[in-house]
């Protein structure tokens, strides 16, 4: 059976050849892996964040497809030099239109870099115990759909029995 290729724009090309931020950082100061259990790929940002909650560096690695690359590299360079509260401000719709749109079917892997970042912010401040008012009590959808990597065992794990008894 061919593979129709997808739509995808020019840039997320080159950045899927071309990552900015691409690998693990030694020196972070938080790290959070996140998978998807849309396609249970699976990608890890890491953040070097300063006294000041001001993000000097960020990197990621990914196991993600060339839109979650793609994704992930436009918001690692988005975030350098900024606050955490503005960091956490970031649309996946804003990301999905700078690396010039994504295919309706992959919307999920920019989602899944979005909540790949705030799971990291939200490590970041529980390992403070602080909780900024800006900061939302509740998971928000972003999150929601980057799970920790347990939970992703365990929804797969689930999909597959499902699958196998049907
Ligand atoms: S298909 Fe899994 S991250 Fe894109």
Not at 93 to 115: D, Q
Not at 127 to 143: D, I, R, V
Request: net charge negative; glycine share 6%; aromatic share 8%.
């Amino acid at each position: 059976m061919s593979r129709v290729p997808l739509p995808y724009s020019q840039k997320i090309l080159d950045l899927f050849r071309n990552p900015k931020n691409l690998g693990k950082m030694e020196d972070a100061t938080v790290s959070a892996v996140a998978g998807n259990p849309a396609c249970g790929d699976m990608i890890t940002f890491y953040l070097k964040i300063n006294d000041q909650d001001v993000i000097e560096k960020a990197s990621f690695e990914s196991y993600g497809c060339a839109a979650n690359i793609a994704t992930s590299s436009i918001v690692t360079e988005k975030i350098k030099g900024i606050k955490l509260e503005d960091a956490w401000k970031i649309s996946w719709e804003s990301i999905a239109e700078e690396v010039g749109g994504l295919p309706a079917v992959k919307f999920h892997c920019g989602v899944l870099a979005v909540g790949a970042l705030r799971r990291a912010i939200r490590v970041y401040y529980k390992n403070k115990q602080a909780s900024p008012e800006w900061l939302p009590a509740e998971l928000t959808f972003e999150e929601k759909q980057a799970l920790e990597e347990e939970e992703l065992a365990r929804v797969l794990s689930k999909k597959m029995k499902t699958s196998e008894e049907t």
